[in-house]
């Protein structure tokens, strides 16, 4: 079960995250957690602790997933939607807004992150504003 749960994960990637729990059922988990793993330890997420929290928490079986639309990824999207805005040569402002706002509709959550170009797209001037939000 062990190994099938962080295959899991991995294959999942990374995926958003909200915690909510009740400090006196698992506080004590929590910290075990903590202390659990090396701190200079190498991840998928550059020495991050998504993958060891993500990994105790399906362990517990205490998850519910949420639906995509609450946590939408921008680079998802682009890959599934607008694979097109790969290609640097073709995008205009105009045409990336209507992706984004696109995409903005379609669902509840839309998350710019990581650290490539693309998850810095809405921050191009004209891109979106409060207006069209």
Not at 3 to 8: E, G, S, T
Not at 20 to 26: A, C, D, P, S, W
Not at 56 to 63: S, T
Request: hydrophobic content about 45%; proline content about 1%; glycine content about 4%.
């Amino acid at each position: 079960m062990k190994n099938r749960v962080f295959k899991y994960i991995l294959e999942l990637n990374i995926f958003l995250m909200f915690l909510l729990f009740n400090i006196i059922n698992f506080a004590n988990d929590m910290s075990k957690w903590f202390f659990k793993y090396k701190k200079n330890i190498k991840t998928v997420t550059g020495g991050g602790d998504q993958v060891h929290l993500n990994y105790e928490i399906f362990k517990k079986n205490k998850v519910k997933i949420l639906n995509y639309k609450f946590q939408a990824l921008w680079i998802y999207e682009i890959v599934n939607k607008f694979p097109f805005l790969y290609d640097k040569k073709i995008i205009n402002k105009k045409l990336l807004k209507v992706c984004i706002e696109k995409s903005i509709i379609e669902n509840y959550f839309l998350h710019f992150a990581g650290s490539w170009h693309e998850s810095n797209m809405w921050k191009i001037k004209g891109i979106l504003s409060k207006k069209s939000l």
